[in-house]
């Protein structure tokens, strides 16, 4: 789906309108709109990020983690780098040194 980072595919955008028809909602609809309700006064900023970053076992902090091995074929050592995916421990969540605009926000800032 092109545009995935969006809340569009979660079945609810949070700066759309209340979103309901001329039909009555149900019980089930209720408590979406009222999420989308409470949602709708959010501000449009972004103060907060997940953190692509993770910490290695000895505490060292990088995107991608590589280990160092040698490889004998035909009697010729070779060095070759090995990624690790074990033992990593996410960052987490980050604070934004500035806040963004949220990327569903429905308004054109600047037309050229």
């Known amino acids: 789906m092109m545009g995935g980072s969006g809340s569009k595919g979660r079945g609810y955008w949070p700066f759309s309108g209340s979103g309901g028809g001329d ?22 900023f972004v103060l907060t990020r997940r953190s692509s970053l993770y910490f290695d076992e000895d505490g060292d902090l990088a995107h991608e983690f590589y280990e160092e091995t040698v490889v004998t074929k035909n009697g010729r050592r070779k060095a070759k780098l090995k990624r690790i995916h074990k033992n990593l421990i996410p960052q987490g969540i980050i604070k934004l040194d500035r806040p963004c605009i949220h990327v569903d926000f429905p308004v054109v800032i600047c037309e050229v």
């Open 23 to 44: 039909e009555p909602a149900t019980d089930g609809q209720e408590q979406s709109l009222a999420r989308v309700r409470s949602i709708r006064n959010m501000t449009p």
